[in-house]
């Protein structure tokens, strides 16, 4: 074990106190890989650097991974620092695999965030941050690649504080710029910790003479930073007029896990340097599963909560599954409780047993075998055979249902199919298997042509998806081209539709007679406190009794059948307000089936009377080029619908941010290269809906 100087005193006797489950989050390219793999280097889990650019990385393994040189699996690790376990998760930083971010974000305490040194907040790690918000994680940001030209700690702050709005609290001054960045001065202890070329750790010592002066001021601003937000440091500060080493720590780490401030180190992960002290401020500043609020779930309609305690009755969220041929591995995170080797646990969404074979401590692709798992751990376990990504697991005599990970819609689809006809069957298998390990992959047969269209987040999930189907199960596939998710909405509503469903053939009939009124809706702009799941509101106004409340919900269940299916081209229906504003029932004929019938095909033929609108889905894009390509891409962006809404320069190279249908980018990445001779690149990130052009949209005849 590599020795290191720790800024941390592990106090307290609950074992809970000393595990840290966080994440690393950045956009594509900034780092996380590396930085993930010095972390296993520098706590001796390792005895080798893995490199990304020679595929010897520990979270890498998946072949695909390697041969593109990114993330595409969240992959989790667990390694030990200065007597704290650390159960760190590397996510993917593509945004089509944003899906993988959003379930191991679900379960994690806290989060490092990597920033390019050069490039600050980038598209993807804005995205990923506003994820890490919706969840409440607290995080501490690691400015990256420090020793590049160009890279420049205070740029990338002042991007951190404009584009995501948290307030930075800077515990560092790099020493040396670009290629001579040789260490940092630390502002709380106010030391220099140096790293000679080729050495694993670094030197401490007193801070250089050249620095003191900026040093005393950083720390100064760092202090009222410090003092302004927090009030056990504003009270020493103005007694005192300056802030300890331990005070500034304590406050540093309640701010932090309150999401009030976000320290930030700096370092170069490649060189090794700013590792130790960036796990030291993993186990100072990010909380411990004792330091999160217990676990809430739901049973029989009563919300519970689980106590991060290992004598608690059970209770586990799966957040991955690897559909192995041996096999099926879950990742868990226990919340509360202890699962041991055999148990017998209670699936809370399928309400079924299920058997613990196996507990396992993962290392990637490499696996320790445990005899048991407590609250707090992280861990993957052989034997579940029905279990999914979101399933809640618990003690069949303690049920408790705790609320899955949200599943992002597909916007990309493309039609599959065997070469062979013999291995249709084998396809269906093997997509069966995709859409287990991955909810966001979505498979289905088309009504009209019969094919099997398998659908996903963009282009590269797709191909990464198709890819594994092909080397995993040695199958030969047909792809057609991709095509995008388009929905339906309504650009003028109609007001009193009435609808009367009447049908009688022998026996008891079927009577339902409803009016409703269909108007647009826009989640942001509603204003008067309703809520639609999927971009739907329905309401009721009628009076006196005239529709009971049973037959009024079942309306509402009609009406969401008819979203399923708009009248311009069977897209599913989104953006709309229902209103049933009247009705009348029969004493005899009227029933919960007749009046759910009269909601939909109500609703349908209301739609159809309707202004309707096409909607495609759009995207942001940023392009960074050359600066004497930048003329052909903003043509080429104006050929394809885009939208330009900003430009320009970072890092000698322009930056072009656009607004592009989703439709217009496929084969982007190849016409991109071709243009700027391979120097062009671009990454994208989903916005929403917008209205398709005019000639796809479509008014029907009222």
Known sequence: MR??????????????????????????DAGKTTVTERILYTTGTTHKRGEVHDGTTVTDFDPQERDRG???????????????????IDTPGHVDFADEVERSLRVLDGAVAVFDAVAGVEPQSESVWRQADRHGVPRIAFVNKMDRAGADLDTAVASIRERLHPVPLVVQLPIGTEDGFTGVVDLVRMRALVWADGADAAEEGPVPDALREEAAHRRRLLEEAVAERHPAALEEFCDRETLTAATLAAALRDLTRTGDGVVVLCGSAYRNRGVEPLLDAVVTYLPSPLDVPPVRGTHDGTEQERPADPAAPMAALAFKVNATPTGRLTYLRVYSGTIEKGDTVWDAGTRRTERIGRILRVRADRH????????????????LKSSRAGSTLCAPGAPLLLEPPGVAEPVVHVAVEARRSTDTDRL????????????????????ETGQTVLSGMGELHLEVAMERVRREHGLEVSVGRPGVAYRET????????VYRH???????????HVVLDVEPWERDTAGDGSEGAGGFVFRSTVVGGRVPQDYVRAVEAGCRDALAAGPLGGHPVTGLRVTLTDGQTHVKDSSDTAFRTAGRFGLRDALRASEMVLLEPVVEVTVTVPEDAVGGVLGDLAARRGRVTGSGTRGGAAVVTATVPLAELFGYATRLRSRTQGRGT???RPTGYAPAPVATTVTTTR
């Open 682 to 684: 671009f990454t994208a």
């Open 3 to 28: 020795t290191h100087v720790s800024t941390h005193t592990h106090t307290g006797t609950d074992p809970l106190a000393g595990v840290r489950n966080l994440g690393i989050l950045a956009h594509v």
């Open 428 to 447: 269906a298998a093997a997509l069966t298997r995709l859409t287990e390990e991955d909810p966001s992959l979505a498979v289905r047969a088309d009504p």
């Open 368 to 383: 320790d075998p445990l005899e048991r798992a407590v609250a707090g751990d992280i861990v993957a376990v052989v034997g």
């Open 70 to 88: 990114i993330t595409i699996f969240a992959a989790a690790v667990s390694c030990s620092w200065d007597g704290h376990r650390i159960n760190l």
């Open 502 to 512: 009447v049908k009688q053939d022998g026996g008891a009939g079927q009577f339902a």
């Open 490 to 497: 309504v650009g003028e509503g109609v007001t009193g539709f």
